[in-house]
């Protein structure tokens, strides 16, 4: 029998809430690291589509640095050029509004959707969902008051 045999961890049957925080504190940490190392911009958002059974999703984007230090992003580019033909001024990116007691955050348009090209976030879990322009115009107005 060899030496070189490893003990068998306990296999988890569920992730925590606890677990799933240490983990992204770790890549987040792994990622800034390599980053730093190769002269690059990091970001990352936090974890989205968890699920304790199952596992989970966190995003990451390294890239080169703009001249004013800052990671390049490219959904705010595009909302920011796109934003007039929706009726939506270009700083409404990233503003948060509430719909029927939830909370979202307005992430993105895709043009090739013209009835929902509003692309938003659920802040609570991070799922994504397509609005309006007309209603996220409402909406927005809503969270001004």
Known sequence: ???????????????????????????????????????????????????????????????????????????????EILAPQY?????DFGKEFDDRGERFRITGLEPKRPKYPVNAERLSDRRKYKFSSDIISVLLAKSRE
Request: hydrophobic residues 35%; glycine residues 8%.
């Open 1 to 79: 029998m060899s030496g070189n045999v490893q003990p068998q961890k306990k296999r988890l049957k569920n992730l925590t809430p606890g677990l799933c925080a240490k983990l992204q504190d770790e890549m987040r940490t792994a990622c800034r690291e390599i980053a730093e190392k190769h002269g690059l911009c990091f970001a990352d958002d936090d974890l989205h589509d968890v699920n304790l059974r199952v596992g989970l999703s966190y995003t990451i984007r390294l890239g080169l640095p703009m001249e004013d230090g800052s990671l390049f992003e490219p959904d705010r580019e595009m909302f």
């Open 87 to 91: 009726g939506l001024d270009p700083s």
